[in-house]
Each structure stands twice: as C-alpha cells, then as structure tokens.
C-alpha cells in the first residue's frame, strides 16, 4: 500500500508540474503567473447563445500533448526542454468566426427560416483519446460537466452538431451521437470510412476523387518522374496512397519511398529522427505530404530545427503549415505547391472579419483569449470586463498571414455550407409540419434532432454565391481545385498565391492550367526544380533498366549498329531502313549514297581502258593472222578455229564492259548470258583445236579413220555441240529465275550498292560449272599432247593457257565470296580480262612473234631445217 500510495502521488504531482507548464505557455512571459492562473481559471469550456432552435459546433481551439519526461519524479530541468505545445489553433478561430457569421446571416434572411431564431453552442474537441468525448458528453449533460451516461437531448433545442476537423474526430463524437440518431455534419476533408460506418454523418466536402489525377498531372507537367511519398497512417491516407501509386505507375512516375507517419502518436519517439532522415537524404527533391494539422506530420520539421530548401513540396490544404509560428517551418515550406477545392469568397465575409472584436461579443471568451494573446492589452480584475485596455482600431486584417487568414478557408467555407444545410432543411422540415399540425406548443417550438435525418441526406440547394450544396454521400464530384503556391521570401511574408488550376471536367490534356512564371521555388532552385532517379537519355541512346531498381532508375546504352532513337527516353532503338544508315549521333537516319562500279570511278575506268586495249590488240591479232592466212604458220594451226578464237576473245573483253556502269534490266541479263555463251564458244574452240592437233598427228597413215575425221572436219562441230548445250542451260535460268536489278545495303554502312542478282545461285554455278568441265576437258587433252613434235604443234601453248584460264577462276571463286560492294564486281571482271589475256597472250603471242619479229621461220624449207635439226 505504501509503495501504491508513493506511486500515486508521484503521478499526481508530475501531472500538475506539466499542467502548469501548459499554462505557462499559453500566455506572454510579462503575466504574473497569479494573474495568469486567475484568468485561466476563468475561461468556460463552452460558449452558448440561446434561439428557438440552437446548432452546436465544435472546434478545436487549443489542444493538450502528453510529456512523458514529465512523469518522472522529482522533474529534471532538462525535461523543459523537450516540451512542446501547441498554441492556441488560430485557424480554429475563422471556424468559429465563420460559424457565427453564417448562424447571424440565417437569422437576418427573411426568405429562411422566418419567425424562427437560431442559437448557438460553442465547444473546444480537443484531438486526443482520451479528451475528444469530454466536449461531447458535457454538451450532451446540458449540465455544464461531462457526466458519462446522462443526457437531456429530449429537453433542449439542439437539432444538430457540426464538428470534425479531422475523420478521426468525427468518428469518435458520431459513434456517441448515434445512440440517440443525432445528425452530425462534418466540415473536415472526406472520409470514407466515415460515410459508411456512421449513418447519422453527413460530410460537407466533396470527394478527393480527382485529387490524385491532379498532384500526377502536376508531376507531368514539370517531368517529375522519381517522387517521394509521405502519407497520415489512417484510412483516408491508406486510400490516397492507393490511388496516387495506381495514377503514378499508369504514368510511369516512380515511388522514391514512402513513410507512413502516425495521426494518434504525438510523443518524440527516436524512430522520428530516421524518418526525417530518409525523407531528406533520399534523391527525390519532389514529396507529396498528405495529411492535416493536427497530424504528427505538421510539427515534425520545426521541431527538429531542420531548415529544408532543397524539396518541392506538394500537399493539400487541410495541412495547415502557415499557422506555424517557427520561421524555419516557414523557410523550410517556401514554395511549397498546394491543392484547395476552389469555392468564390462568401460576400460581406471579409468585412465581418474586420469588424469582429471583444467588444462587439463580450460573451464570446474564446475571441477575447485570442484578442489578449495577439493584441497589446491590458489586463483588468473584474470578471465582467477582464480585457479593458486594448486597441480601439485592433482588427484581425492586422495580424500576419500565419496567425489569422482573412481569405476563407476550405474547412470554413463547409462550416458556413453546413448552418445552411441545417437551416434549409428545418425550413422544408417546418413547412411541411405546418400543413398538418401545429410546431409550437406550450414550450415552444419542437423539434427533435432524429427528425432532420430523412430531410438532410436529401437537401440540396444552391448558396449565397451560386454554389451548389448536396450532401448525398455517393455524388462523385468534379469540383476544381486552385493549385496554390506559398510565398516566404523575403522572410515573414506567408502568401498563398493561385498560380493554376485543375479542372476534372475539361477534356483531357486541358485539364491542368498553370503560370510557371508565377511559381516562387525554393531558394535552393535557381530554375524549375528537376525530380528524376535517373537523368533523360537523349536521342541515340536508350535506358537499360537497373536490376533491382525502380523503372524510372535507367542506364542510357547507346543504340546498336544501324538503329537510332529520335526521342528522349526511349526502351527500345529504331532500326534505319536498308536504304539508310544512322549519323554519328545516332538521332537520325540519313539515305545512303547510291553507288555503282561506275565509267567515272577509277577503278572502272581502268577496267574499262583495260578491256578496250585489250580488245583492240585481239581484233590487231585477228587482223595480223588475217594478213597472213596463206602463210605455213596460219595454216598449221587450223586458221578458221583461230579467227574463231579471236573473234571470241574479242568478244570476252568487250563483254566484261556490261558489267561498268549503272545496271539495268537489259545488261544484267547480257552480263551473264553474254559471258557464259562467248566463254562457252572460246573453250570449246580450244578444245577443237587440241583435238585438231592430236588428230594430225595420229592420223598420218593413209586409210585411217582418224585421218578421215580430220579431212571431215569433224573436229569443228565440237564448237556448235558445246555452245548449244550452255545456250540450253542460259534459256532455262532465263525461264525460271533470271537475273534482275538488286542493291546490296550490308556491303558499305553508308552506301548502297546497285548491282545485278544472279537470281539463281544454282543455275548460275551450273553454267560456270559447265563452262570449268569445259576448260578441263581441254587442259586435259592439251596436256597428253604436249609431247608432240614442236613444229607444227601448239599444244604446249594451248596447254598453258588453259592452265592459265583455269588458274584465274578457281581463284576467282573464293575472292568473289570474300568481297564487297564494287569490289565484288570488279573482282568478276578483272577474272574475265585476265583468263581472256591469259588464252590471247599464251595462244598468240608466240605465232605474232614468228609473224611480225621472225617472218624468215614462217616458211616451209624453214619448217624442215628445224625439223631436221630436232
């Protein structure tokens, strides 16, 4: 017991040391702590002004914290240190203002609520659990004190509440006032769950539906991709986070993080410092704060003595941080970007506000406390008069922005939506009663407040600014929201100013208006701030995502070989069409350079000029052997195969000029035939000529049948037979795939070559094929007469021309494979000049010399000297 009583008393004591430091606090050092006590002491939990019928209202005016450090006894001096208090909520003083001012405003009109007066009861909701309930069930008890399960709602007037700044608040006072189906209006943000748990509430703010849409749209309109998230731990903070993260990935908008901070935890717990540390350390200079004042959220910063000026902060407007009287609060939020629902300025507002003061409502104690503590007054002793000396001229339009707004808040404007609410539908709710029975009896006018409930959930009317009020919970609504910019630079000035607009019900992409050079950013933005985990890629290159990472954290990797990317950002490079290829900076497709073997290229003009002489110095051949057809030489050698062979070779160089120049239909079919045939008569003219050589000296013996093969002239028809078949073969490549026009994009990056397909590899490898099987045949037959006497024979000559000829194309073969490009056609045609020279200089070159250098051995007593000599 001894130990119990000790414990008790202990906790007794610390509770009154931190009452007392409350109290220290609420009023300026120069008071007497006696005369502070006295007036302290003074102040009624409530305020009430009679009429017919009386609408309570409940605010909250000043709040209580808990001090932990404080239940330690004896208290230590270093635990004044680590208390904190809020003031007095000043923005709660608009709501009372707004409150009265509408309540006044119904009692004048003539057209509502004639011959009926409404009063008021004022009450302080305090946003703690175990003191939101003592404003609810004193008003309840009518007794002047919070007496649990007693009430005289049957006996008083009130027909409704209006309260709940917060949905937790409302909650706790609705699920109190159901139990006698009292209706109560709620002026706070809208809550969900609050609509569907509690029958009896009716929530004057509409729908965040279009709140999330409209923070995203803001994020594209500044490219903000990499944002943070800091969200109220409660049920219309879990909703948001769901809907802004779903608005977010649809617009490929990355979460930096998110910390979710408690609404209900208010003492100094170490983990605050890590979440403060990882909201500003982390890369996103852009966080969405979504939470109200009371929240844990709204003192953190200035407790802590951070001054931030390195964020973009984006809330709404139920976070109230211009009340804040810290200026490191107020630097730290300097052009921070805000979302209100926009309402017009109610008419003569303003005006009551100017005019409002103690004198005018000396029952008013609530705005006589907050007179004493922001005006130079004087206190006085006597009850009736407690705040005498103060300035005759004081005005609330005095006070700065962050201790009274006189601009009407969001939370004001439903305050005054509500009274009307309330008073149209008594006016409806009266005039139907009228028609069938009296509402005055011997007391005075009744109403009961369950009786509001089916007239409320129906009402629907239009205010003093033409704004249309509808308290139907399920109406989803399109009201815009006024993008506000808060302004502190120089410091001390806290402006809100309209910078833009969002309004859902413009067609998309018109939806979001706004005046960027109205925007004051933060003072560590020298320009519009920039939130991305990583920065753009730019044309030609693309983002290759980090493992592990969000989508919005890239590395940029330059486009593939032949691909660009035109754009910022892109996934994936664009190919370059086959007729183009991509610049340096790979940002765009140029059209390739068309090119050719052309005349005017050097490397086809030297193949041109090759081709000519050579021709030249055949057709000079032809017309040397022609000189000298009767001579022994000429003869020996069988002169018609020989102008056979000339005219062919003749042909084999001019041929090869087919294959210079732009190509077209025409030359790409000549280009082959033309070679094959001309190739085909050549080779089988040589074949001739060794069967010829071999045939004369076999056939020396009178009655052969070689002989007489030989007189026939059996050895010529070689050359039509073999010609014919390899026309055959071009007339079946012809009729089924023959050559066409093609280009060739691969051989040069930046070029694009025009050459002639050969259509059918495969026919065109049988021709050349043929025309090799050829080439060996008679190699083979040259080579087996190589031993034969050397006089009258040429089989030597032929032999090695034919090995030439051989030579050059089964190298050719391997070359033609291994190039590219104009290259590839001048490797064809320098292999038809040179196995054509290797047969006119091998074959011809021996008998011109005899011819033109030697003519003394070109006849036949010359012959048979050398005969003789061998």
Same mark, same amino acid.
Request: hydrophobic share 40%; proline share 5%; net charge neutral.
């Given at each position: 017991?001894?130990?119990?009583?000790?414990?008790?008393?202990?906790?007794?004591?610390?509770?009154?040391?931190?009452?007392?430091?409350?109290?220290?606090?609420?009023?300026?050092?120069?008071?007497?702590?006696?005369?502070?006590?006295?007036?302290?002491?003074?102040?009624?939990?409530?305020?009430?002004?009679?009429?017919?019928?009386?609408?309570?209202?409940?605010?909250?005016?000043?709040?209580?914290?808990?001090?932990?450090?404080?239940?330690?006894?004896?208290?230590?001096?270093?635990?004044?240190?680590?208390?904190?208090?809020?003031?007095?909520?000043?923005?709660?003083?608009?709501?009372?203002?707004?409150?009265?001012?509408?309540?006044?405003?119904?009692?004048?009109?003539?057209?509502?609520?004639?011959?009926?007066?409404?009063?008021?009861?004022?009450?302080?909701?305090?946003?703690?659990?175990?003191?939101?309930?003592?404003?609810?069930?004193?008003?309840?008890?009518?007794?002047?004190?919070?007496?649990?399960?007693?009430?005289?709602?049957?006996?008083?007037?009130?027909?409704?509440?209006?309260?709940?700044?917060?949905?937790?608040?409302?909650?706790?006072?609705?699920?109190?006032?159901?139990?006698?189906?009292?209706?109560?209006?709620?002026?706070?943000?809208?809550?969900?769950?609050?609509?569907?748990?509690?029958?009896?509430?009716?929530?004057?703010?509409?729908?965040?539906?279009?709140?999330?849409?409209?923070?995203?749209?803001?994020?594209?309109?500044?490219?903000?991709?990499?944002?943070?998230?800091?969200?109220?731990?409660?049920?219309?903070?879990?909703?948001?986070?769901?809907?802004?993260?779903?608005? @977010?990935? %649809?617009?490929?908008?990355?979460? $930096?993080?998110? &910390?979710? #901070?408690? +609404?209900?935890?208010?003492?100094?717990?170490? =983990?605050?410092?890590?979440?403060?540390?990882?909201?500003?350390?982390?890369?996103?200079?852009?966080?969405?704060?979504?939470?109200?004042?009371?929240?844990?959220?709204?003192?953190?910063?200035?407790?802590?003595?951070?001054?931030?000026?390195?964020?973009?902060?984006?809330?709404?407007?139920?976070?109230?941080?211009?009340?804040?009287?810290?200026?490191?609060?107020?630097?730290?939020?300097?052009?921070?970007?805000?979302?209100?629902?926009?309402?017009?300025?109610?008419?003569?507002?303003?005006?009551?506000?100017?005019?409002?003061?103690?004198?005018?409502?000396?029952?008013?104690?609530?705005?006589?406390?907050?007179?004493?503590?922001?005006?130079?007054?004087?206190?006085?002793?006597?009850?009736?008069? @407690?705040? %005498?000396?103060?300035?005759?001229? $004081?005005?609330? &339009?005095? #006070?700065? +922005?962050?201790?009274?707004?006189?601009?009407? =808040?969001?939370?004001?404007?439903?305050?005054?939506?509500?009274?009307?609410?309330?008073?149209?539908?008594?006016?409806?709710?009266?005039?139907?009663?009228?028609?069938?029975?009296?509402?005055?009896?011997?007391?005075?006018?009744?109403?009961?407040?369950?009786?509001?409930?089916?007239?409320?959930?129906?009402?629907?009317?239009?205010?003093?600014?033409?704004?249309?009020?509808?308290?139907?919970?399920?109406?989803?609504?399109?009201?815009?929201?006024?993008?506000?910019?808060?302004?502190?630079?120089?410091?001390?000035?806290?402006?809100?100013?309209?910078?833009?607009?969002?309004?859902?019900?413009?067609?998309?992409?018109?939806?979001?208006?706004?005046?960027?050079?109205?925007?004051?950013?933060?003072?560590?933005? %020298?320009?519009?701030?920039?939130?991305?985990?990583? &920065?753009?890629?730019?044309?030609?290159?693309?983002?290759?995502?980090?493992?592990?990472?969000?989508?919005?954290?890239?590395?940029?990797?330059?486009?593939?070989?032949?691909?660009?990317?035109?754009?910022?950002?892109?996934?994936?490079?664009?190919?370059?069409?086959?007729?183009?290829?991509?610049?340096?900076?790979?940002?765009?497709?140029?059209?390739?350079?068309?090119?050719?073997?052309?005349?005017?290229?050097?490397?086809?003009?030297?193949?041109?000029?090759?081709?000519?002489?050579?021709?030249?110095?055949?057709?000079?051949?032809?017309?040397?052997?022609?000189?000298?057809?009767?001579?022994?030489?000429?003869?020996?050698?069988?002169?018609?195969?020989?102008?056979?062979?000339?005219?062919?070779?003749?042909?084999?160089?001019?041929?090869?000029?087919?294959?210079?120049?732009?190509?077209?239909?025409?030359?790409?079919?000549?280009?082959?035939?033309?070679?094959?045939?001309?190739?085909?008569?050549?080779?089988?003219?040589?074949?001739?000529?060794?069967?010829?050589?071999?045939?004369?000296?076999?056939?020396?013996?009178?009655?052969?049948?070689?002989?007489?093969?030989?007189?026939?002239?059996?050895?010529?028809?070689?050359?039509?037979?073999?010609?014919?078949?390899?026309?055959?073969?071009?007339?079946?490549?012809?009729?089924?795939?023959?050559?066409?026009?093609?280009?060739?994009?691969?051989?040069?990056?930046?070029?694009?070559?025009?050459?002639?397909?050969?259509?059918?590899?495969?026919?065109?490898?049988?021709?050349?094929?043929?025309?090799?099987?050829?080439?060996?045949?008679?190699?083979?037959?040259?080579?087996?007469?190589?031993?034969?006497?050397?006089?009258?024979?040429?089989?030597?000559?032929?032999?090695?021309?034919?090995?030439?000829?051989?030579?050059?194309?089964?190298?050719?073969?391997?070359?033609?494979?291994?190039?590219?490009?104009?290259?590839?056609?001048?490797?064809?045609?320098?292999?038809?000049?040179?196995?054509?020279?290797?047969?006119?200089?091998?074959?011809?070159?021996?008998?011109?010399?005899?011819?033109?250098?030697?003519?003394?051995?070109?006849?036949?007593?010359?012959?048979?000297?050398?005969?003789?000599?061998?």
């Amino acid at each position: 017991m001894p130990g119990s009583l000790a414990a008790v008393s202990k906790d007794n004591l610390a509770m009154l040391a931190g009452t007392f430091l409350l109290l220290l606090l609420h009023f300026p050092l120069s008071l007497g702590s006696s005369e502070m006590l006295s007036c302290v002491t003074c102040m009624k939990p409530s305020l009430l002004k009679d009429g017919d019928l009386i609408v309570g209202g409940f605010f909250p005016l000043y709040v209580f914290h808990h001090f932990p450090d404080l239940y330690e006894f004896p208290i230590k001096p270093k635990a004044l240190t680590k208390l904190y208090f809020d003031r007095l909520q000043p923005k709660s003083y608009q709501y009372l203002l707004a409150f009265i001012f509408a309540i006044e405003e119904v009692n004048r009109s003539p057209h509502l609520l004639p011959n009926v007066s409404l009063g008021f009861g004022l009450y302080n909701t305090i946003h703690s659990e175990w003191k939101t309930l003592e404003s609810t069930l004193t008003w309840l008890s009518a007794v002047g004190k919070a007496i649990p399960n007693y009430t005289r709602v049957r006996k008083s007037k009130s027909v409704a509440v209006i309260t709940g700044n917060t949905g937790a608040t409302s909650a706790q006072i609705g699920t109190l006032l159901e139990l006698y189906k009292f209706p109560q209006l709620t002026y706070g943000p809208f809550d969900q769950i609050l609509g569907e748990n509690h029958q009896f509430t009716y929530q004057m703010a509409p729908r965040e539906s279009f709140l999330a849409m409209g923070m995203v749209s803001l994020m594209l309109h500044f490219h903000w991709t990499w944002v943070g998230l800091v969200i109220s731990e409660d049920t219309r903070g879990i909703q948001f986070l769901w809907d802004i993260r779903e608005e @977010m990935n %649809k617009n490929e908008i990355c979460v $930096a993080f998110v &910390e979710m #901070l408690s +609404v209900t935890d208010r003492t100094y717990a170490p =983990s605050d410092w890590h979440n403060h540390f990882r909201i500003l350390e982390s890369t996103a200079n852009v966080v969405v704060i979504y939470g109200d004042t009371n929240s844990f959220m709204g003192l953190s910063f200035s407790r802590h003595g951070l001054l931030v000026t390195w964020k973009v902060w984006i809330t709404t407007s139920q976070w109230d941080f211009i009340t804040s009287e810290n200026e490191i609060m107020m630097d730290t939020f300097h052009g921070t970007l805000s979302f209100s629902h926009s309402h017009n300025e109610i008419p003569g507002f303003k005006y009551f506000l100017k005019t409002v003061n103690p004198s005018k409502y000396p029952e008013n104690f609530y705005l006589t406390k907050f007179w004493f503590l922001y005006f130079p007054c004087s206190i006085s002793k006597s009850d009736s008069d @407690m705040f %005498k000396a103060c300035p005759a001229n $004081a005005s609330l &339009e005095d #006070l700065p +922005v962050h201790v009274f707004d006189m601009s009407m =808040s969001e939370g004001s404007y439903h305050i005054y939506n509500a009274v009307y609410a309330v008073a149209h539908t008594l006016h409806e709710m009266l005039l139907q009663r009228v028609e069938v029975q009296p509402v005055w009896n011997g007391d005075g006018l009744t109403v009961y407040p369950w009786q509001l409930n089916s007239f409320l959930k129906n009402i629907k009317f239009d205010n003093s600014v033409g704004d249309e009020v509808n308290l139907d919970q399920e109406r989803v609504s399109r009201k815009d929201y006024d993008i506000l910019n808060y302004w502190n630079f120089p410091q001390g000035l806290h402006l809100q100013v309209k910078v833009g607009k969002f309004s859902p019900r413009a067609p998309h992409g018109h939806r979001l208006s706004i005046s960027e050079e109205m925007i004051e950013w933060n003072v560590e933005f %020298k320009e519009i701030p920039r939130s991305v985990c990583s &920065e753009s890629c730019g044309p030609g290159f693309r983002k290759t995502h980090q493992e592990g990472q969000a989508a919005c954290c890239f590395d940029c990797t330059p486009c593939p070989e032949n691909e660009i990317s035109n754009e910022t950002d892109v996934e994936q490079c664009v190919r370059c069409l086959d007729d183009q290829y991509p610049n340096p900076a790979r940002d765009r497709c140029l059209p390739k350079v068309v090119v050719f073997l052309a005349y005017e290229d050097p490397l086809g003009a030297a193949l041109a000029g090759v081709a000519l002489c050579l021709s030249v110095l055949t057709a000079l051949v032809l017309g040397v052997f022609v000189k000298h057809r009767n001579t022994p030489l000429v003869k020996a050698n069988n002169r018609n195969l020989s102008y056979t062979l000339l005219a062919s070779l003749c042909l084999c160089f001019l041929c090869s000029l087919l294959f210079l120049g732009r190509p077209n239909t025409a030359t790409c079919i000549l280009q082959q035939t033309m070679f094959a045939i001309v190739f085909t008569v050549a080779v089988s003219t040589i074949l001739a000529k060794t069967i010829t050589v071999v045939l004369a000296f076999k056939a020396t013996a009178p009655g052969k049948r070689m002989r007489q093969w030989l007189v026939s002239g059996a050895p010529n028809s070689v050359i039509p037979i073999c010609s014919l078949l390899q026309v055959m073969l071009c007339g079946i490549w012809l009729g089924t795939c023959p050559p066409f026009i093609d280009t060739d994009t691969h051989a040069e990056p930046q070029r694009l070559l025009v050459l002639c397909n050969k259509g059918s590899a495969t026919l065109f490898y049988l021709v050349l094929g043929y025309l090799g099987s050829l080439a060996l045949g008679s190699f083979s037959v040259a080579f087996l007469a190589r031993r034969l006497p050397d006089t009258f024979n040429e089989a030597k000559y032929l032999t090695f021309s034919m090995l030439v000829f051989c030579s050059v194309w089964v190298t050719f073969i391997p070359v033609y494979h291994s190039t590219k490009g104009k290259v590839m056609v001048a490797v064809e045609v320098f292999s038809i000049l040179a196995s054509s020279a290797g047969l006119l200089g091998c074959i011809f070159a021996p008998k011109c010399y005899i011819l033109l250098v030697r003519p003394n051995r070109n006849v036949l007593q010359g012959i048979k000297e050398k005969a003789r000599c061998s």
